[in-house]
């Protein structure tokens, strides 16, 4: 129960964090402080950290081609995170100014090995990534928002533009389905070997 | 376990309930093995997304992201000064006109007295300062800075002392250096007999044979 309530006020203090965001004068510098975050959903989202950045660019130029239209107390990482998916919905990676190919495509986890330490990485990291890219587009966004972004069910909703209960449900089917693509029976092992 | 158990652990490991629903959760929990393995998943399971994503969070912000938002943020600097520019630029205009008279009049008194000055920095170091050392002089007021430094030293058939000398004057716009060459006619006046192009400045002093025989 400790690790459990130590893990909800590390939640609480990203929300109080998140809640700061509001737009400002100063709004280039507010988006700077949140680009990290927003390519981290953007990559979770896409699969792949080149097309995050696309999706993140692409979503700071809509955002400062708008501020002037922006309401007092919009929040700004709220519009950002539902941007970058409007844009990933919508196939933004076909309009990308930037010339890929296959060979450019990587999986994050391949480019980013996590720890050289098998045992603390029984289920390989690269293997959560592709895991989270066989999921439906509802499934991913919701497990990013809300378990790497930290973002409230409320707060979720409103970037998801659904109801709570819809969040709620969705994500509980969402952790399902990850435990399943990331392979039941060894990811049971990993359980039982962290406890 | 159903769905709505599922759920309801689901809310309680994202922090999402109230005390009373804490309290039904942690009820749950301690009467069922599945419960607590299922929060164990959901824990596990967060643990590895973070592991996943974070680094990409932890990662410098790309140039990419920066020059986008300084070119934008330049832009829009841009929008305000314009319009205060030219504001400033009529206001300027006016006093001007009415000062117009005043400021040239300071203005060349300025200008005269600098030019005196750093005459007479030439004419003192020729006289004073043996060859190699540099004497400076700074404006009061601006930027302006003067340095003369005797290079070496002649005596022409008729006898006069001649110096050549380097000078280095250095304001808001820029630096320049000269070479030239004095020749006294009396005591702490130096005249120049040549004035060499500013673009030979730069060579080396040390390898410099004599500059002319005189």
């Not at chain 1, 400790?2 to 990203?14: K, P, Q, T, V």
């Not at chain 1, 919701?142 to 409230?152: K, Q, T």
């Not at chain 2, 419960?35 to 969070?57: C, G, M, W």
Request: net charge neutral; charged share 30%; with cysteine.
């Amino acid at each position: 129960m400790d690790e459990n309530g130590a893990d909800n006020r590390s939640l609480n203090d990203r929300r109080t964090h998140c809640a700061e965001d509001m737009v400002q004068p100063d709004l280039t510098e507010q988006l700077i402080e949140l680009i990290p975050r927003m390519r981290r959903f953007a990559t979770g989202l896409s699969g792949s950290a080149a097309w995050g950045d696309d999706l993140v660019q692409a979503a700071c130029e809509r955002l400062l081609q708008r501020k002037d239209s922006l309401r007092p107390d919009t929040r700004l990482d709220s519009w950002m995170y539902q941007v970058i998916r409007n844009l990933h919905i919508d196939g933004i990676r076909a309009q990308s100014v930037r010339d890929r190919n296959a060979d450019e495509i990587k999986l994050v986890a391949d480019l980013r090995p996590v720890s050289t330490d098998p045992m603390q990485n029984h289920i390989r990291l690269g293997e959560v990534n592709d895991a989270m890219q066989l999921l439906s587009e509802e499934h991913r966004s919701a497990l990013m928002l809300i378990c790497v972004e930290g973002l409230s069910y409320k707060e979720a909703a409103e970037v998801l533009q659904v109801p709570m209960g819809t969040v709620t449900s969705r994500l509980v089917r969402a952790r399902k389905s990850l435990v399943e693509k990331l392979g039941g029976e060894s990811f049971e092992l990993e359980l039982g070997m962290s406890r | 376990m159903n769905d709505e158990q599922r759920a309801l652990i689901s809310a309680f490991n994202d922090g999402q309930l109230d005390g009373q629903g804490r309290e039904a959760v942690m009820s749950l929990l301690a009467e069922n093995a599945q419960a607590r393995s299922y929060l164990k998943e959901l824990v596990e399971l967060d643990r590895l997304l973070h592991s996943t994503f974070d680094p990409v969070e932890q990662e410098p912000v790309p140039m990419r992201f920066r020059s986008l938002l300084r070119k934008k943020r330049t832009h829009a600097f841009r929008h305000f000064v314009v319009p205060a520019a030219l504001a400033a630029s009529l206001l300027l205009a006016v006093v001007l006109v009415i000062r117009q008279d005043t400021i040239d009049q300071q203005m060349r008194e300025q200008l005269l007295q600098m030019t005196q000055e750093i005459a007479s920095l030439k004419h003192q170091t020729l006289e004073n300062t043996p060859s190699g050392k540099a004497v400076s002089w700074v404006a009061p007021v601006g930027q302006t800075r003067a340095e003369v430094r005797p290079l070496s030293t002649f005596r022409t058939k008729d006898k006069r002392f001649c110096r050549e000398y380097e000078e280095r004057l250095e304001d808001a716009n820029g630096v320049e250096i000269r070479r030239g060459i004095a020749c006294r006619t009396g005591k702490g006046h130096w005249p120049d007999l040549t004035r060499l192009p500013s673009d030979s400045a730069g060579s080396s002093t040390a390898d410099r044979s004599p500059v002319v025989n005189l």
